[in-house]
């Protein structure tokens, strides 16, 4: 497609719930990020996908959180156990290689309240 | 591991003022250096980006930014902002060379009164 796609734009989910996110980067793009942006807090590193390449997992904030990418293509976060603190927004960005040369291509985001 | 700082939370300018946000870094070895940009309702989308060469880069809507290295810094610059640069923006660096997860600044907001 012609940008980064997420769904669902917005999620409210009561805690304890598991809830998915997915990201939809631009075609060709093998490079997949997953970052949460929270109130006052900057954007803080989830987890990379590269290909075929085992996946960079050291921002996932805990055992409750973790990603798939099927087909070098489509992402999806879960998260399981839904805590208050998780509410975010989840920003998926893709990117054309490993090197960022041409920096990241961010989609608009998955807003989470848990509630 | 990279940090970034960004020192001004959050800046408020009248429209023609000349504008320069503080970014610092934390890295020893060679570095890429990005400014983003987040427009009220919009997604995140890159502003400017050094790799090597001249430390002076500029990018789209009149900013610029400057490397240098000794300072470990990349400021943001615009010699006169519009109404329509109210936005947040974010600091970000990676180490250069192949994959290196790219580390984002805690963004300043930017509001210009007309």
């Known amino acids: 497609g012609a940008g980064v796609s997420q769904s669902p734009s917005n999620k409210v989910t009561e805690k304890g719930k598991d809830v998915e996110l997915r990201c939809d980067p631009i075609?060709?793009?093998?490079?997949l990020y997953w970052y949460r942006q929270s109130l006052g807090q900057g954007l803080e590193f989830l987890i990379y996908?590269?290909?075929?390449?085992?996946?960079?997992k050291s921002g996932l904030p805990s055992d409750r959180f973790s990603a798939e990418r099927t087909g070098g293509s489509v992402s999806t976060l879960t998260i399981q156990r839904t805590q208050q603190e998780d509410s975010a927004v989840y920003l998926c960005?893709?990117?054309?290689?490993?090197?960022?040369?041409?920096?990241?291509?961010f989609g608009s985001g998955t807003r989470l309240t848990v509630v | 591991a990279q940090s970034v700082s960004q020192h001004n939370h959050h800046v408020i300018l009248s429209e023609a003022a000349s504008l320069e946000l503080g970014c610092n870094y934390s890295?020893?070895?060679?570095?890429?250096l990005f400014w983003y940009v987040q427009y009220p309702g919009q997604h995140l989308q890159l502003l400017l980006k050094?790799?090597?060469?001249?430390?002076l880069v500029k990018g789209i809507k009149g900013f610029e930014a400057e490397f240098i290295k000794s300072k470990f810094s990349f400021n943001l610059r615009k010699p006169s902002v519009q109404w329509s640069d109210t936005a947040e923006y974010f600091c970000?660096?990676?180490?250069?060379?192949?994959?290196?997860?790219?580390?984002f600044g805690t963004g300043t907001k930017l509001q210009v009164i007309p």
């Open positions: 890295y020893g070895g060679t570095v890429n």
């Open positions: 050094y790799f090597s060469g001249d430390p």
């Open positions: 960005a893709s990117s054309l290689g490993s090197g960022n040369v041409g920096g990241y291509t």
């Open positions: 970000a660096v990676n180490a250069a060379g192949g994959y290196q997860k790219v580390t």
């Open positions: 996908f590269q290909g075929n390449s085992a996946p960079d």
């Open positions: 075609s060709g793009h093998t490079a």
